[in-house]
T-cell receptor, first 113, second 111 residues
Framework: KAGVTQTPRYLIKTRGQQVTLSCSPISGHRSVSWYQQTPGQGLQFLFEYFSETQRNKGNFPGRFSGRQFSNSRSEMNVSTLELGDSALYLC????????????FGPGTRLTVL | DQQVKQNSPSLSVQEGRISILNCDYTNSMFDYFLWYKKYPAEGPTFLISISSIKDKNEDGRFTVFLNKSAKHLSLHIVPSQPGDSAVYFCAASAMGNQFYFGTGTSLTVIP
């Protein structure tokens, strides 16, 4: 089975721009979660989508949004980029059952100049 | 509010010895726990999990222990190898909801 894939792997943007990141989950997985990782901050939960509906949401501003398509692929959008948005953005998928394991993609490294 | 805590940012261990990584949590509703290993610029790789109905789970060199009364989780790696050098994250969830992650412990295994 193919793993979780994320595109692009690296991205450089300037302040004020917007960006869209893409995630394709493991085949058969219906849940996709997004995380932000910055040095010393661990993994900060952004949101989770399950069957095209946002199921959980972390404490991030409204500039961070996402969506999920009928094939379970997900996109995350960040508008009006700030320098502090520079981070590794990780996507993780799981089947969606109550007790299941979450598998991560390689991440997208976003740099905001 | 940090519901999952890894209080040791770093740990150094000699090759061949045991590595013990610790994790504490505050939410008694957590019923599923995971450990991940992460190399720089890569996504975390799943290592081992445990549900709250167990107190131990073993997979090769990796063993996870769960002490529900103390709200404490630990990962034992025996024997430790240089390739185990990475950042280790513990994570917990309640009833299939979002996972909460610790801030990670950087393990260095010295040859």
């Amino acid at each position: 089975k193919a793993g979780v894939t994320q595109t692009p792997r690296y991205l450089i943007k300037t302040r004020g721009q917007q960006v869209t990141l893409s995630c394709s989950p493991i085949s058969g997985h219906r849940s996709v979660s997004w995380y932000q990782q910055t040095p010393g901050q661990g993994l900060q939960f952004l949101f989770e989508y399950f069957s095209e509906t946002q199921r959980n949401k972390g404490n991030f501003p409204g500039r961070f949004s996402g969506r999920q398509f009928s094939n379970s692929r997900s996109e995350m959008n960040v508008s009006t980029l700030e320098l502090g948005d520079s981070a590794l953005y990780l996507c993780a998928s799981r089947s969606g059952e109550t007790t299941d394991t979450q598998y991560f993609g390689p991440g997208t490294r976003l740099t905001v100049l | 509010d940090q519901q999952v805590k890894q209080n040791s940012p770093s740990l150094s261990v000699q090759e061949g010895r045991i590595s013990i990584l610790n994790c504490d949590y505050t939410n008694s509703m957590f019923d599923y726990f995971l450990w991940y290993k992460k190399y720089p610029a890569e996504g975390p790789t799943f290592l081992i999990s445990i549900s709250s109905i167990k107190d131990k789970n073993e997979d090769g060199r990796f063993t996870v222990f769960l002490n529900k009364s103390a709200k404490h989780l630990s990962l034992h790696i025996v024997p430790s190898q240089p390739g185990d050098s990475a950042v280790y994250f513990c994570a917990a969830s309640a009833m299939g909801n979002q996972f909460y992650f610790g801030t990670g412990t950087s393990l260095t295994v010295i040859p």
